[in-house]
């Protein structure tokens, strides 16, 4: 045991006090002792123990008293109860004015030791518990959110504004401007911070595996469903869900979650018992879902239930001002998390950053932020050096693109095309082939870029098509 351990004994009885005073000191702990309420009250205030063991009958003031008294000093104090006069309604009081245990006297050495030692345990994990809080609930405060532009303020204002109310919140930007962050600091700033935060990627589950996971599923329910499952809006109960990629949801769930925003309840996956939960939900989405509800994709009904609070985060483009402040967050970041010593970057390589265009938002800022600190040269500055040429290069490649009618003028469709076509394989490109990412350069939804692409190799798989006939019919004719 440790001496850092403090223990209280507050005991009218000489006897009982000088034996507790004895066996805990034997066991390692700390231990001072009052004999009554009000000494007992004044050595809480000078300093916190982490344990009282208060009798209940003590000749000024009940033990319950002396609790209640200590708790306003210290609301996480851990206390035990002794009395010699155990009842269950004496019990059941002691308990719910916030006792861990109660201890009968006389009482055996083992059963105290026991008892002390699960109570200080106890009392460390709460400590530890109330820390972690402390530490989420500090990273993710409004100051914590790094900006300082008109826009990002504007923001910061929303989200003060509708952070205690149980209102729906739909969050719209585009990838890597930081939904996710915002739906953090919605939750961790609500009254709601103490309860369960679940997240879901709507977009990066398969479409037959999805109401699974958003509403459980019972034993037996399909093939492989051997146990019964809880799902994250069970999981959620109390606190909230986030459901990001919103505009990924299939249209045959979208039905169930309406149900869920109307009526707070649902059932599992070949269940029939209708699941009560209090739960806030917050969505978010890179798409343009009133475009998604004209093209039939999306339900008009459950965009309005969405949308009771809608939260707009501008792109990276939009507020250039704040990409020193990012860039000095992540310097700090990556400092810490790769035991670097980097005290900045140059002006002449900010002013490169600040002419980039960022498709991919701040997400694509702290990827480089982290690849330049890895490779940079200078062991303390970012400079221009460090700076990736393709990102320089691309500077001619991004908007505003630059175009000069010819004086022959341009057959519109073929132009329109190829310029198309150019987009795209800038934009496959720079995602290495894969699709999602391609997508989100382009800010479109996936869908529309496979047809696209589908679109585009049916043209040009018709035009070979023709052009081979074409030469076998001018080959027939010079046989």
Known sequence: MNRNTRILVIEDDDGVRETLITLLGEAGYTVEAAADGPPAIALAKRSPFHLYMIDLR????????????????????????????ATIELSVQAMRAGAF???????????????????????????????????????YRFENMVGSSQEMNRVYELIERVSDSDSTILIQGESGTGKEIVAKTIHYNSTRRDKPLIPINCGAIPEALIESELFGHEKGAFTGATNSRTGRFELAHGGTIFLDEI??????LQVKLLRVLQEQSFERVGGVKSIQVDVRIVAATNQDLEKAIAEKRFREDLYYRLNVIPINIPPLRKRKDDIPLLVDHFIDKFNQKKNK?????????????????????????????????????????ITTDDVPEKLIMSRRKTLPFHFELPEEGIVFAETVSAFE???????????????????????????????????RRITAAAKQALSQQFYREEEGETL
């Open 247 to 252: 505009g990924e949801l299939p249209v045959s």
């Open 101 to 139: 245990d109660f201890i009968s006297k006389p009482f055996q050495i083992d059963v105290v030791l026991n008892l002390v030692k699960n109570a200080i345990e106890f009392n460390r994990l709460k400590r530890e518990n109330l820390s972690l809080k402390k530490i989420v609930r500090d990273k």
């Open 341 to 381: 010593k980097v005290t900045g970057i140059t002006s002449e390589a900010i002013a490169l950053l600040l002419k980039y265009y960022w498709p991919g938002n701040i997400r694509e800022l702290e990827n480089l932020v982290e690849r330049m600190m890895v490779l940079m040269k200078d062991e303390n500055m």
């Open 421 to 455: 076509n150019q987009i795209l394989d800038l934009s496959l490109s720079r995602a290495n082939g894969v699709k999602n990412r391609a997508a989100q350069l382009l800010h479109m939804n996936r869908t529309t870029l496979v047809e696209k692409l589908k679109k």
């Open 58 to 85: 003590l000749p000024s003031i009940s033990g319950i008293e002396i609790m209640a008294q200590i708790k306003k000093i210290n609301a996480e104090a851990v206390c035990i109860v002794l009395t010699a006069y």
